[in-house]
């Protein structure tokens, strides 16, 4: 069975913009949540979603935003790019709430 | 908050050598999860503990959960190459898995 793909691997913006990353979860998994790694950091939690429903926010400003399909994909929104949003962004999905399996990330640098 | 202190922050071993790392939560552990992490590459889930006491064991790394010291430990016996990257411990201090909360990681390298 395929596992979560991420889509682009790497992307490069400039402070301003905006950018869409796309998740697939594992086939039958229901619930999303998306990370973001700082360079030398633990991941830190950002969104979770569950049958298309926000079930949890991080601590992070309003240009983050996110969404989830009914075939359960999800998207993460970011406006107005900072430097500090150039990060390793995760997606991870799960069943239900138990253990999550993450995908391999997507890199954004911004310049 | 929770927060997760992870100990050491990096590691290197001679290959065949034992070693154990530490993570140690500010609050209660409902959950521990156990990653790990090549440089710049998703996480691969290893183990997860729920219950005090717990101990889990997959090829030569063992895991083990002390409730009361709100602490976590991953011990590696006779260490590979394979095994070098970096190890990420998660909680779910909100009682779910998946909103988690990690530690900084600890970075091994084995050496030959």
């Known amino acids: 069975d395929a596992g979560v793909t991420q889509s682009p691997t790497h992307l490069i913006k400039t402070r301003g913009q905006h950018v869409t990353l796309r998740c697939s979860p594992i086939s039958g998994h229901k619930s999303v949540s998306w990370y973001q790694q700082v360079l030398g950091q633990g991941p830190q939690f950002i969104f979770q979603?569950?049958?298309?429903?926000?079930?949890g926010r991080g601590n992070f400003p309003d240009r983050f935003s996110a969404r989830q399909f009914p075939n359960y994909s999800s998207e993460l929104n970011v406006n107005a790019l900072l430097l500090g949003d150039s990060a390793l962004y995760l997606c991870?999905?799960?069943?239900?709430?138990?253990?999550?399996?993450f995908g391999p990330g997507t890199r954004l640098t911004v310049l | 908050s929770q927060e997760l202190e992870q100990s050491p922050q990096s590691l290197i071993v001679q290959e065949g050598k034992n070693l154990t790392i530490n993570c140690t939560s500010s609050k209660t552990l409902y959950g521990l999860y156990w990653y790990k992490q090549k440089y710049g590459e998703g996480l691969i889930f290893l183990m997860m503990l729920q219950k005090g006491g717990e101990e889990k064991s997959h090829e030569k790394i063992t895991a083990k959960l002390d409730e009361k010291k709100q602490q976590s430990s991953l011990h590696i016996t006779a260490s590979q190459p394979s095994h070098a990257g970096i190890y990420l411990c998660g909680a779910d201090g909100a009682g779910t898995a998946s909103k988690l909360t990690f530690g900084t990681g600890t970075r091994l390298q084995v050496t030959l």
């Open positions: 991870a999905s799960s069943f239900d709430a138990d253990t999550q399996y």
């Open positions: 979603y569950y049958e298309k429903e926000e079930r």
